[in-house]
């Protein structure tokens, strides 16, 4: 079993930036992707962006590349969120997840953290 643990978020106003950060224990590999999810009050969850573990790899929303930026820590395996110049169309619980492979549908990663909130105010 792994298991995920989100930090870092919290309220901040439009343009402000936050650094996310999950740490992961248990059973982990190198060669498994980690990613990061949010979901809004009433909308569905969505894909944000996942990087490799064996690789240089990185995968991005289109709305969200150049604001946002994926990076890994193999040592503390952990992965990072550093979210820049924040909307409010942002706020959001941010999860991240833990598969072998890499798609932008949810309901296909196998592991999951309890999730972190990210409030931005206009």
């Known amino acids: 079993q792994v298991q995920l643990v989100e930090s870092g978020g919290g309220l901040v106003q439009a343009g402000a930036s936050l650094r996310l950060s999950c740490a992961a224990t248990?059973?982990?590999?190198?060669?498994?992707?980690m990613g990061w999810f949010r979901q809004a009050p009433g909308k569905e969850r969505e894909f944000v962006a996942a990087i490799s573990w064996s690789g240089a790899n990185t995968y991005y929303t289109d709305s969200m590349k150049g604001r946002f930026t994926i990076s890994r820590d193999n040592a503390k395996n952990t992965v990072y969120l550093q979210m820049n110049s924040l909307k409010p169309e942002d706020t959001a619980v941010y999860y991240c997840?833990?598969?072998?492979?890499?798609?932008?549908?949810?309901?296909?990663?196998?592991?999951w953290g309890q999730g972190t909130q990210v409030t931005v105010s206009s």
């Open positions: 997840a833990v598969d072998i492979r890499i798609v932008t549908d949810w309901r296909q990663w196998r592991y």
């Open positions: 248990g059973r982990t590999f190198s060669s498994y992707f």
